[in-house]
């Protein structure tokens, strides 16, 4: 609770840097969040080697865990401090695509379309939430083990969300920029080209999980009881690992079309009609242990894929780009 609370006074660094990165993606000036956020990463280490663990100051043990919402919370501040000093103010990045705020720029129509595009967004996310943390209780069900294993084991999904993710999102960066200049082939090959590369990358990793599953798990604990585990809910992990963040790649695709309606209801049938049915089922009818959660995990995975494959390639690319570029108040040519 105590975390959360001082995590808390973040949220407005946090949308604020969120926002201002998005605005210079969209342009493909990448550089911004990436020095910034490095100035962050940096930080927090730095900060919490002294301020949590007291290191390397000599008879000082640091503030330990009181600290660490806090350290938080500052170094959040300061990277979109970094971000608005140097690269708004200072280099005036902002300037060719932005000339200033006008409150006859904001309608009706443009927040209608906005609202249209956000609120699916925002209700997918908090649907995939929930998600999670339905199966979290489910795993700790299973004995304080398991959900140790299964907490850890998320982490290394994350670690190569955050892999596909990037190359996800530069991909959807191009299709949108191509969707807006009336160039529906050239959209299509870039977000095929996305899937292509993710699918390699993924392929790669799950193969190393496969044959050397202990590699990843010593990466958080040289525990033998967690490495026996893991290597034991392997197989079904590894799936579960690969759906999940083909998914990801897979779905930036109806998203930089604007899809974000179509993708709230196939994720919603994908999780509530598949996953968190199928983990449940498997669990309590089947084995009642990671390989049964991570199985019924895959399921809903794999059927979420399924899904976004189906809308994918049904797509018309020609009529998306037309709609983008209405959506842009882009003239027709």
């Known amino acids: 609770g105590y975390y959360a609370r001082v995590l808390s006074f973040a949220i407005p660094a946090i949308v604020a840097f969120r926002q201002f990165s998005n605005f210079f993606s969209a342009q493909r000036i990448m550089h911004p969040e990436r020095n910034s956020a490095m100035v962050g990463l940096s930080l927090n280490l730095i900060l919490g080697l ?31 401090a970094t971000l608005v000093i140097v690269y708004l103010w200072r280099q005036k990045l902002h300037e060719p695509c932005w000339g200033g705020w006008d409150w006859n720029e904001i309608t009706w129509a443009r927040i209608n379309t906005y609202c249209e595009l956000y609120f699916p967004a925002a209700m997918s996310l908090a649907s995939d ?25 998320y982490r290394i999904m994350w670690i190569a969300l955050i892999m596909v993710g990037a190359m996800s999102n530069a991909s959807a960066i ?20 996305g899937i292509a590369m993710a699918t390699a990358i993924l392929t790669v990793l799950s193969t190393l999980i496969l044959c050397h599953s202990d590699w990843f798990g010593r990466i958080f604990t040289e525990d033998p009881v967690f490495l026996q585990m893991f290597n034991e809910a392997s197989v079904p992990f590894t799936f579960t690992l690969f ?23 196939t994720g919603f049938l994908a999780s509530w009609g598949g996953q968190v049915p199928g983990v449940i089922l498997c669990t309590q009818y089947w084995r009642s242990d990671l390989f049964g959660l991570y199985t019924g995990m895959a399921i809903g995975y794999g059927m979420l894929v399924i899904l976004y494959s189906v809308i994918t390639l049904k797509s018309d690319w020609v009529q998306y780009a037309e709609i983008a570029r209405r959506r842009s108040e882009v003239a027709m040519t």
Do not use: H
Request: glycine letters at 10%; one cysteine or more.
């Open 50 to 80: 002294v301020f949590v663990l007291g290191w390397p100051i000599p008879g000082f043990e640091g503030y330990q865990f009181t600290a660490c919402p806090i350290v938080t919370v500052a170094v959040t501040y300061i990277q979109l």
């Open 129 to 153: 939430f929930w998600r999670v943390a339905v199966i979290g209780a489910i795993a700790a069900r299973l004995g304080e083990e398991q959900v140790a294993v299964f907490n850890t084991s």
């Open 174 to 193: 191009n299709m949108s920029i191509r969707l807006g200049k009336n160039q529906p082939e050239g959209a299509r090959q870039a977000g095929y080209v």
């Open 243 to 265: 759906f999940m963040n083909l998914g990801v790649a897979i779905e930036r695709i109806p998203y930089s079309m604007g899809r974000t309606r179509d993708l709230f209801w």
